[in-house]
């Protein structure tokens, strides 16, 4: 165990920290896994949403992205990042906010619906590349890979409008994330790299060339010993990882890259329990069951100069109110713990959780900013609405 | 069934909207339950967090208020709030934070840890009351009621430090939101007042005197018959109420004064579903089991220039992910639901998807800012950290 890094002692409030490290790590670890297999490796950047992590991808040869909204798209355009996949079936709402970034970057598109495709035919300012988002067994959006007339009539429609092209089929195999073991997740990779291919196939014998196979995610592109039939991977949790992705049992401890610091306020020897200042308004309410049936929030890391330490599965956040966070450890600890201590938590789905900050801090001492969400989504412009409340 | 506002025309991505005739509603309501009983109505702001509506509590004759934070503290200080009680066992290490304060408003503080009143005393620079955190059942924060030496002991030191003074005692019957019906959350809070006033006495006896007895919570103040042996009350969810509190029945569909707006992204008649943009980073991963055992995390109102419509039970947002939201509705609705069409939702917990914002929307087409969160969280100093990653 290293020395504790000084800059804990300025911390006041919950705060997440990353492993700088294990950041660059599982990023080289995923940019060697595609360039081995010949895949363009198109990281999803929803889970760090920071400009300056987004360097280290660059370190690794990373030149496209991906996003899941077009403010995030405006935010990584102008940080230089000039080659975007928006990987959400495009909201038709947001054309005007699309064409405002013509002149920064290449935006491509995602559609699974024909009035989608007509809104984007009708109201795109600028040529854009249209992917289909195909259902191959997570059921939440995209065309179902069966339904090969309305593959083919959507690709035909992009096809055929002037400002539109098609780009190929994209995948988010989410259902992963139910599996129960690196063995099933596997199995639901291979079996959407063989659905998609099938789609190719059908999409090729009616005219349509040039379908890239776009495939997500984090645990399958861990665990997945092919790339055979991939064009593209858009995994984007491993830069972080989570205890979502330890309970699947895709990853080990010594990935897990991001934890939220917080202050303990209160000790309960009589129920050997803590309470930190870190709610669900720090967290967010994702949970996991463990092994024995408890419902965690987090589980305590331990925090050197040199990177995080251990994971300890005995420290255990098993509640959050809004702004209260419950732990329950050994009596030990709870013996060992004082008022105003700082403990480290590895959340349970690191996206949600740095989704509610704007900035990052490293175990090496940095300060590293991301895109603050509360303030790009508050930011929209409403012409139609009266401003004169906006009294500050 | 009146006219859709205009306005939503101009939405194109997910913001929450009020109905401010409901809002000045509630606090209405409340204020006058407290006013009859001749009871101090402290509010708690958590919930709203917005200067503006802060001004409709005002209205109604309130002057005194609860916070969660040191920073929501500042932000209501600085909206000219000037006696302000923060409910949270006091966090050390923002004693700086704190003092900073000192100008602007008297802030109450709450303890339940005899560390936590010596770093008080030792580190205040302006008198504070404080009260002492109790749990009559909740077993989250507090010195059981039953421990009558802690008590006493914890009054005595707070009451022997110069610059503090014992207030009273201060307790949140959380275990009401574990409530089946509003005649089980009246035992609650009758049983709490109860225990409360045992604390008072106890104390008294030993010469503790001048003891406020301060209670939450909206359920608890919404339904009790009596406020007997209560000096003051803190409620904070009733200003918009949700579906937790509907679930829980202690409100009816007329008081739901907050909704989420919501962009139809995807449709899918084959299951009855559309997508939405809108997922957990829009509504918080909040949830409750419905009478029909489906996990839900919203439902459908409708929304008018004159306010909100009829609660829509049919249809129902089943899923979240971090920013598709999947609703289950009726044929009918999803064969009438176009893609790009505005939703409304009530979510489940107002007070954590309201936090994800820096606005709202009013139904009569009013823009009211509230606190940015996330912000306010990241714009912590930290003096020892290097800040030449701060690139922008």
Known sequence: MGMRPDFLKSVHSPIPLIDPGRVRRNIHQMAILAKTAGVRFRPHFKTHQSSKIGEWFRDAGVTGITVSSVAMARYFAESGWTNITLAFPFNIRELEQLNQLDEMAEIHLLADHPDTVSALAAGVTKPHRVFIKVDTGYHRTGISWKRRDKLLSLAKQIESAPNLSFAGILTHAGHSYHADSPGEVQSIFRNTVSKMNQVRKTLHEDGIQNCVVSIGNTPGCTVTDSLNGVDEIRPGNFVFYDLMQLSIGICDENVLAMALLCPVTGIYPDRNELVLLGGATHFSKERFRNETGETIFGY???????????????????????????VRAS???IRKTRIGDILAFVPVHSCLTADLYSVYLSTSGDRIPRFNSVSARSAQLLPSVNNNSLSF
């Open 331 to 333: 009596a030990e600890t």
């Open 300 to 326: 305590g890391i331990g925090v050197t100069e040199a990177g995080f330490g251990p994971l300890n599965r005995e420290i255990r956040l098993i509640g959050l109110s809004q702004e209260h966070g419950i």
